[in-house]
Structures are given as C-alpha cells and as structure tokens.
C-alpha cells in the first residue's frame, strides 16, 4: 500500500473516532495530515465526519490547490489554518480543529486551562491561546499559526475551541483524546462551584515529562480503529 493511501486510511479512522465521541461540529471542524511530498490531506467539505473515507479525502498543494480529482471541495478557513500551521512549523505533520462542547466552554472562560487534573498534566508547558478575531479567513489563519508559537503543540483559541497538532496521524488522535477528556474534567470540576486542591508546579512539570517519556500511541490507535470500526 502506498505511503499516501495508508495515511488517508488513518486520516479516515481519525474522523471516525472524532464522530464517535461527539466532538463533530456538523460539518464546522476539520482533521489534515501533511504527506512525505509536501501536499495536505484534508477533510472533504459537506460530508460528516462518519462518512469520511479514505476515497472522499481531498488532497491540496502547499498553495491550497486542489489536485484529487473526487469532487470534493475544502472548507475555506479548514485550509487557512492547516497551510498556514504547516508552513510555519515543519515538524508538525498531523492537525486536529475541534468545537466540542467542553472546549469551547473552557475557551470561554478568563482563567484558561488550569491544569487541575492528571490528564490535563499531558499539557503542561505545551498550550498557546489565541484571542479571537472572527472567523478564520484572510490573515487569520497565518495569525493562529504564529499564536501556536515555535514549540507548543496545543492550542486553545479563545471563544471557539481547541487544535491538536503532532508529528504523526496516530499521535495527533491520541493527544487530541486526552486534552477533550482534560478539558472536560476541568470544565465539570469548576462547575462545583468547590475549592480546587491545586497541583503544585514542581509536580505538575515532573508528571509531564513522565508523560512524554511514554510516548505511546500505536496501541491507542489500535483500539481507536476497533471502536470505530463500523464507520468504515
């Protein structure tokens, strides 16, 4: 199997796995993975993240030109935000765009993430923000991109939801899981209204750097294809 039939195989099982927990906007957010030669596989516009496949995937140059030939058409501000990260940062080969419930909750809210749980830890040190300013077209996209920064690979975008970007398909799914999961303990345990028992910094930096030691993801994608199996 070639090298870009596999990815948009994996590219598929991401929006499967998105539908699958509800993370899905209708047809608002977009997954991309950037190919050995450069060129961007991307979501197909009109078509709902459960019925993504590996055919209807539309593939685009560094310029935003549409070379597959489906007939399938990309989102506007789906290709801003994907070209303009990639172009910025080359290592970053996988970018996740969600509007979740729960992330555009914490989005919304002054304090930010506040890294209240074990999951959120993962983040640690590794989460921009950027202030919202419409939609995602003209110049905004370059804007995101430049507010991610030179090493972070999370991004919380104020008022409207959450990017996940990686060096792989399978890690970016795997990070994407676990920062929805974070965001969401976070947003349920403010909503107590309760006194929060803060980690301490010390602590919280050491927990991350036990997480990048794991580095796993291979095993989690495994189960992410057979939890989603009947999308495809």
């Not at 190919?35 to 078509?47: F, K, Q, R, S, Y």
């Not at 996988?94 to 993962?122: D, P, W």
Request: proline content about 2%.
């Amino acid at each position: 199997m070639s090298t870009e039939k596999n990815l948009r195989k994996k590219l598929a099982v991401c929006h499967h796995v998105i539908h699958y927990y509800g993370w899905d906007d209708l047809l608002a957010t977009h997954i991309s993975a950037r190919l050995p030669n450069g060129n961007v596989i991307i979501t197909p516009h009109n078509v709902t993240f459960d019925k993504v496949t590996k055919k209807n995937i539309v593939t685009i140059t560094p310029n935003g030109e549409i070379i597959s030939d489906n007939g399938y058409k990309v989102m506007p501000q789906a290709a801003n935000i994907h070209l303009e990260t990639y172009n910025a940062r080359k290592d970053i080969n996988a970018i996740i765009h969600t509007h979740s419930k729960y992330a555009v909750i914490l989005s919304s809210l002054e304090c930010g993430m506040q890294f209240t749980n074990q999951q959120s830890l993962r983040f640690y040190d590794d989460v921009s923000y950027h202030h919202y300013d419409g939609l995602a077209l003209d110049n905004e996209g370059k804007a995101i991109a430049a507010s991610l920064g030179e090493k972070n690979s999370m991004m919380i975008l104020d008022n409207h939801g959450i990017i996940t970007t990686a060096e792989s398909i399978e890690k970016a799914i795997y990070k994407h899981y676990y920062f929805e999961k974070a965001i969401e303990i976070e947003v349920k345990t403010l909503a107590t209204g309760q006194k929060i028992r803060q980690i301490p910094q010390e602590i919280s930096k050491k927990t991350a750097e036990q997480f990048a030691r794991i580095n796993t993801c291979h095993l989690e994608f495994e189960v992410f294809k057979t939890l989603t199996k009947k999308y495809r």
